[in-house]
């Protein structure tokens, strides 16, 4: 039975990029909205989505619509430009970089597929458009742009794999950059295998910031993820995932139709409250005593770990 997440490719030492990235990085815009496709097939739908006034479209090309793992080269690039302007060294809108460091940075393969891969990428992200519209006072702009601006292949070797790559990215996305609109995320976000997930790290790490915990209903889950999931499969996907508990620095669990999403203890920062140990099925049926039932067993394991008030306490915040 294959593992949750994908294995580790490379060891730190394997590569020198490990020496410059102090953290990965993800932008706050694309956090929060729906972005990204979560399909693995070509997806030619164009999403729109509205939130306090503010309208948002994203066109797909004749390729589609950019995935979520295309966005993997915004990461590598937002990581990159970040640390290089945390040394206090210039960076620029226009970036040059090797495939070989983009896919050992990303937890991925060096193969021919993978420089197949990203040029493929590279296409969805320069062919998807986005619509939206700022609002200032009286006035209402409505602007569109690409995820990237431009992008070339500088140099193949002699089998057509690309060897250096140069990026220009789109102003929205440098300027996020520019102005530090960025979130660290953990280097096990490239291990995650579905798409839903990385989506659901993504708000978890957007929502939950450094609360305690942050909880939502399923319904405006789904919207906020952006899946063409129904909410019965969704919900599914989530027990799963709560049962696995294999999703970075959080925890998932359900109660009723009410989603809670909690830093795993080994992530609080100084001064947090500890959170409930994560308690899967295995550990109930192990640990379980005659005649309890799966929820009697839950809380008493949970309650080992001083928190039993968490759940009652974010329920009075619905």
């Given at each position: 039975?294959?593992?949750?997440?994908?294995?580790?490719?490379?060891?730190?030492?394997?590569?020198?990029?490990?020496?410059?990235?102090?953290?990965?990085?993800?932008?706050?815009?694309?956090?929060?909205?729906?972005?990204?496709?979560?399909?693995?097939?070509?997806?030619?739908?164009?999403?729109?989505?509205?939130?306090?006034?503010?309208?948002?479209?994203?066109?797909?090309?004749?390729?589609?619509?950019?995935?979520?793992?295309?966005?993997?080269?915004?990461?590598?690039?937002?990581?990159?430009?970040?640390?290089?302007?945390?040394?206090?060294?210039?960076?620029?809108?226009?970036?040059?970089?090797?495939?070989?460091?983009?896919?050992?940075?990303?937890?991925?393969?060096?193969?021919?597929?993978?420089?197949?891969?990203?040029?493929?990428?590279?296409?969805?992200?320069?062919?998807?458009?986005?619509?939206?519209?700022?609002?200032?006072?009286?006035?209402?702009?409505?602007?569109?742009?690409?995820?990237?601006?431009?992008?070339?292949?500088?140099?193949?070797?002699?089998?057509?794999?690309?060897?250096?790559?140069?990026?220009?990215?789109?102003?929205?996305?440098?300027?996020?950059?520019?102005?530090?609109?960025?979130?660290?995320?953990?280097?096990?976000?490239?291990?995650?295998?579905?798409?839903?997930?990385?989506?659901?790290?993504?708000?978890?790490?957007?929502?939950?910031?450094?609360?305690?915990?942050?909880?939502?209903?399923?319904?405006?889950?789904?919207?906020k993820l952006g899946t063409t999931a129904t909410i019965r499969k969704l919900r599914f996907n989530l027990k799963q995932l709560s049962e696995s508990n294999h999703l970075p620095e959080y925890n998932i669990s359900l109660d009723g139709d009410v989603v809670l999403i909690s830093r795993k203890a080994e992530t609080q920062k100084p001064g947090f409250e500890l959170l409930p140990k994560h308690v899967t099925k295995k550990d109930i049926e192990k640990h379980a005593r005659v005649g309890e039932s799966y929820e009697q067993a839950r809380t008493r394991l949970q309650s080992k770990d001083?928190?039993?008030?968490?759940?009652?306490?974010?329920?009075?915040?619905?």
């Amino acid at each position: 039975m294959p593992s949750n997440l994908l294995p580790e490719r490379h060891k730190q030492t394997d590569f020198f990029i490990c020496d410059i990235f102090d953290s990965y990085r993800d932008d706050l815009a694309s956090m929060e909205h729906p972005v990204f496709s979560l399909s693995k097939k070509p997806d030619f739908r164009m999403l729109e989505y509205s939130h306090n006034g503010n309208s948002i479209k994203i066109k797909p090309s004749y390729t589609g619509l950019a995935t979520i793992f295309d966005k993997d080269v915004l990461l590598y690039l937002a990581s990159s430009l970040m640390a290089t302007k945390n040394l206090g060294s210039a960076i620029s809108q226009t970036v040059r970089f090797t495939s070989y460091d983009y896919f050992v940075s990303t937890n991925k393969g060096t193969g021919g597929f993978q420089y197949k891969q990203i040029k493929e990428a590279l296409e969805r992200l320069k062919g998807t458009v986005i619509q939206t519209n700022i609002k200032t006072k009286d006035t209402e702009i409505t602007k569109e742009f690409g995820l990237i601006e431009s992008w070339e292949i500088i140099k193949e070797d002699g089998k057509g794999k690309a060897i250096a790559i140069e990026v220009k990215l789109s102003d929205w996305f440098y300027n996020s950059i520019l102005g530090d609109e960025v979130l660290t995320i953990d280097k096990d976000y490239f291990r995650l295998r579905k798409p839903t997930e990385r989506r659901i790290y993504e708000l978890a790490r957007k929502h939950c910031g450094n609360q305690i915990a942050w909880k939502i209903s399923i319904k405006n889950l789904k919207a906020k993820l952006g899946t063409t999931a129904t909410i019965r499969k969704l919900r599914f996907n989530l027990k799963q995932l709560s049962e696995s508990n294999h999703l970075p620095e959080y925890n998932i669990s359900l109660d009723g139709d009410v989603v809670l999403i909690s830093r795993k203890a080994e992530t609080q920062k100084p001064g947090f409250e500890l959170l409930p140990k994560h308690v899967t099925k295995k550990d109930i049926e192990k640990h379980a005593r005659v005649g309890e039932s799966y929820e009697q067993a839950r809380t008493r394991l949970q309650s080992k770990d001083k928190i039993t008030g968490l759940k009652q306490a974010l329920k009075s915040n619905k």
